[in-house]
């Protein structure tokens, strides 16, 4: 798929995600307001958040289109993991508030029992965000799937993960109201804080993975190496190494040939194998292939990175 295209289903999903979110946010607010409800105030918070995201989305989708140049000659895909990474810390520091708010609340409950009570409004407020939420959802993976953008499809497991935030909230709040224990709704506010904190740590740990240039995924490795086995001429495939730029992935390896072959027949060889490779793992960026004489690597010094086929 063309770059361009790739941004335009980002961009898509970046205005689905925007408009949607801001409504359902609005919604929850005032409905929270109205019913006095710290979890679906909470539930908006979450919301508010994804508007965020959505805006980012929107932002990042007109850059990483940009060409490389000689700042950036692998592009500016880059551009999406460093957002993503500043929007998990966005997203906690509105987790820990609304884990602040909702104790404070519980600790004025438990000093007078009786303050306060549940609207209907709450209840509404969760059912349209269930809703709505599970529309996002099924949406933006599909857009995410076609982008093959991690971004976006985690936007969109974010919004599924929603669906069961608010109906943690909707029983919560209907549980407060039929049973007469307001208690129970900074109860529900307080899970959905910590619900939310828990989002941003798993947001975080994997770009955090992604910027250090890690990969978790053996699966690719295996595809590597069995696209090299199909390869005559291009032995004892190592140092092997896979590291992730946005949706697409940048690969490393050493082969050996032949010794006596020329150099344009081991290029040949060399250009064969990166084609398998291509094929084996469309969502390629670049692979650069280091070929050595069979036999050589034993008289080499020992270096420290790099997969091989057994590590697999």
């Given amino acids: 798929m063309e770059e361009a295209q790739r941004a335009r289903y980002i961009r898509v999903a970046g205005l689905v995600a925007l408009l949607g979110n801001t409504s359902l946010a609005i919604m929850k607010f005032i ?73 404070k609340k519980i600790s004025d409950y438990i000093k007078d029992p009786l303050l306060g009570s549940i609207d209907n409004a709450a209840l509404i407020s969760s ?30 497991a974010n919004m599924r993960n929603d669906i069961i935030l608010s109906a943690a909230i909707l029983i919560g709040v209907a549980a407060a109201k039929f049973f007469s ?4 709704d900074p109860l529900a506010a307080l ?9 941003a740590l798993s947001l975080f740990v994997q770009i955090n993975m992604e910027l250090m240039d890690g990969n978790t995924d053996n699966s690719l490795y295996a595809k590597l190496f069995k696209a090299i086995d199909s390869v005559p001429g291009a ?14 992935f940048d690969i ?16 040949e060889i060399a250009e064969a194998a990166e084609d ?19 036999g050589s690597e034993t008289h080499q010094r020992k270096e420290e990175f790099g997969l091989r086929p057994e590590d697999v």
């Avoid at 032995?235 to 697409?248: F, G, T, V, Y």
């Fill in 276 to 294: 398998a490779v291509r094929e084996a793992i469309p969502e390629t960026y670049a692979v650069m292939i280091h070929i050595e004489p069979c």
């Fill in 252 to 267: 490393d390896l050493d082969i050996e040939v032949d010794p006596n072959l020329t150099v344009y027949e081991a290029h």
């Fill in 127 to 156: 059912i349209i965000s269930i809703c709505g939420k599970a529309f996002l959802s099924l949406l933006l993976y599909k857009l995410g799937t076609k982008a093959n953008s991690d971004m976006t499809k985690a936007n969109a």
């Fill in 31 to 103: 409905l929270g307001h109205l019913a006095s409800s710290l979890a679906v105030t909470g539930d908006a918070i979450d919301s508010s958040t994804d508007v965020l995201i959505a805006l980012v989305t929107l932002l990042i989708s007109f850059i990483i289109r940009k060409p490389s140049d000689k700042e950036h000659p692998w592009g500016h895909g880059r551009a999406e993991t460093t957002a993503t990474m500043i929007l998990s810390f966005i997203i906690f520091f509105a987790g820990s508030q609304l884990i602040v708010q909702s104790l």
């Fill in 181 to 184: 224990c307001p208690v129970l």
């Fill in 235 to 248: 032995e004892n495939p190592h140092r092997a190494r896979i590291r992730k730029i946005a949706s697409l």
């Fill in 191 to 199: 899970l959905a804080g910590m619900w939310i904190i828990k989002n």
